[in-house]
């Protein structure tokens, strides 16, 4: 869960207690692996493949990406970030945190997009990512990468590319990092 979100989120916002991990530093590394190795077979390579991670949360996810494609392919696949806080639906709801860089790599007609983010949850996020890209061109294609698709999609998305599948209730929270990605609450701080 990227920390900006984790602060300021009403009604969820809060302090991230940890209660599992469910994937170490390891094992993120070989999903991404994994991962890097369906993007290559299912596009036939990587040209014309353009990288994209969402802020905060898929914008690591997505370098270690483009690193392990030229470690396998030798090949520099560009690399960009998207801010989707202006295209959200729920910006009412939510604050609104433009702090992040949108950053797209070049011209995206032609090309096929792989945006990567930390955790698919509702589909909202995805959405507004796509409203975003609108703004930049028409790819080819658009694929969805994620490491942990835990479920209660409210939009009819679905992940090209999954880390892992990880059932959560609704109220639980879950976080990717550095160390791997562990399961948990939010808990409010006192004021």
């Known amino acids: 869960m990227a920390e900006r979100e984790r602060k300021i989120t009403p009604p969820y916002g809060g302090v991230f207690v940890a209660r599992s991990r469910v994937?170490?530093?390891?094992?993120?590394?070989?999903?991404?692996?994994?991962?890097?190795?369906e993007v290559i077979e299912r596009n036939a390579g990587l040209d014309d493949v353009v990288v994209i991670?969402?802020?905060?949360?898929?914008?690591?996810?997505?370098?270690?990406?483009?690193?392990?494609?030229?470690?396998?392919?030798?090949?520099?696949?560009?690399?960009?970030?998207?801010?989707?806080?202006?295209?959200?639906?729920?910006?009412?709801?939510?604050?609104?945190?433009?702090?992040a860089v949108t950053s797209i790599p070049g011209e995206l007609p032609g090309r096929t997009v792989v945006l990567v983010d930390d955790v698919l949850f509702t589909g909202r996020t995805i959405r507004a990512?796509?409203?975003?890209?609108?703004?930049?061109?028409?790819?080819?294609?658009?694929?969805?990468?994620?490491?942990?698709?835990?479920?209660?999609?409210?939009?009819?998305?679905?992940?090209?590319?999954?880390g892992k599948n990880l059932p959560t209730r609704r109220d639980e929270a879950v976080d990717v990092h550095a160390d791997g990605v562990d399961l948990g609450d939010l808990v409010r701080e006192r004021r």
């Open 23 to 37: 994937m170490d530093a390891d094992d993120v590394r070989r999903a991404l692996t994994r991962i890097a190795h």
């Open 53 to 99: 991670g969402l802020q905060t949360g898929g914008v690591p996810l997505a370098r270690a990406l483009v690193d392990i494609f030229r470690s396998i392919e030798g090949v520099d696949v560009p690399l960009g970030t998207l801010d989707v806080a202006f295209y959200r639906d729920d910006i009412g709801l939510r604050p609104v945190m433009p702090e």
């Open 129 to 162: 990512a796509l409203n975003a890209l609108s703004d930049h061109g028409r790819p080819r294609a658009v694929q969805l990468a994620v490491m942990v698709d835990r479920g209660h999609r409210e939009l009819p998305i679905r992940p090209d590319y999954v």
